[in-house]
């Protein structure tokens, strides 16, 4: 490289750094402008910034917001009220046991032909319970069972009867009663037909 060369590459060089400051003042006087602002390369290449780029979030301000919503749920979390919750439970519980008693009775009609004991659902445990199951009375075979979760309150009969009529045995019960948190949802059965009432108190 000739020293005419080096001399003209030392004034490009020149030029583009008093562009740069140039435009860094422009950008602080001017904020209100409506055009792309433009960045300014070596030897005069005007590029201009494509404005979705300075739409985008920076990797430390994104980071800023998942902290931010961490505090803020570790801060909200406690307030959570858990009492609507096992209300929430109670009547999921009453629902699903209200369903499983109407499986029975349905097990007990469509087997009729072959199964004249009908099928049963026993509560498991002490009451409160804990458990329930269905069995086919004729086989003692377990058709289904449901864990009650710790948080809800089954009481009432613990054995439920029906026959291949779709009625309850003599000597079944006929009640049960699911609690939480002051929610209270009573199941009841119609001895005669074997129709499931649920009804909340």
Same mark, same amino acid.
């Given at each position: 490289?000739?020293?005419?060369?080096?001399?003209?590459?030392?004034?490009?060089?020149?030029?583009?750094?008093?562009?740069?400051? /140039?435009? &860094?003042?422009? =950008?602080?006087?001017?904020?209100?402008?409506?055009?792309?602002?433009? *960045? #300014?390369?070596?030897?005069? %290449?005007?590029?201009?910034?494509?404005?979705?780029?300075?739409? /985008?979030? &920076?990797?430390? =301000?994104?980071?800023?917001?998942?902290?931010?919503?961490?505090?803020? *749920? #570790?801060?909200?979390?406690? %307030?959570?009220?858990?009492?609507?919750?096992?209300?929430?439970? /109670?009547?999921?519980?009453?629902?699903?046991?209200?369903?499983?008693?109407?499986?029975?009775?349905?097990?007990?009609?469509?087997?009729?032909?072959?199964?004249?004991?009908?099928?049963?659902?026993?509560?498991?445990?002490?009451?409160?319970?804990?458990?329930?199951?269905?069995?086919?009375?004729?086989?003692?075979?377990?058709?289904?069972?449901?864990?009650?979760?710790?948080?809800?309150?089954?009481?009432?009969?613990?054995?439920?009867?029906?026959?291949?009529?779709?009625?309850?045995?003599?000597?079944?019960?006929?009640?049960?009663?699911?609690?939480?948190?002051?929610?209270?949802?009573?199941?009841?059965?119609?001895?005669?037909?074997?129709?499931?009432?649920?009804?909340?108190?």
């Amino acid at each position: 490289m000739t020293v005419t060369e080096r001399m003209q590459r030392i004034i490009d060089e020149v030029d583009w750094l008093k562009g740069v400051c /140039a435009l &860094s003042e422009a =950008e602080d006087t001017d904020r209100d402008s409506t055009g792309p602002p433009i *960045v #300014l390369f070596p030897f005069g %290449r005007l590029v201009p910034i494509r404005e979705q780029n300075r739409r /985008a979030f &920076s990797f430390v =301000e994104a980071m800023l917001v998942v902290v931010f919503l961490g505090v803020f *749920v #570790l801060i909200a979390l406690p %307030r959570l009220d858990y009492a609507l919750l096992k209300r929430y439970k /109670a009547e999921a519980e009453a629902q699903k046991l209200a369903t499983d008693l109407r499986l029975t009775r349905r097990l007990a009609i469509s087997d009729a032909a072959t199964n004249t004991e009908g099928y049963d659902l026993n509560m498991l445990g002490a009451s409160p319970y804990t458990a329930y199951e269905i069995k086919n009375a004729d086989t003692n075979e377990t058709v289904a069972s449901h864990a009650i979760d710790s948080d809800v309150v089954v009481t009432g009969g613990s054995m439920f009867k029906f026959e291949p009529t779709g009625n309850l045995q003599t000597g079944s019960d006929v009640q049960l009663t699911v609690s939480a948190e002051g929610k209270v949802i009573t199941i009841t059965i119609t001895r005669a037909t074997g129709g499931v009432k649920c009804a909340e108190n």
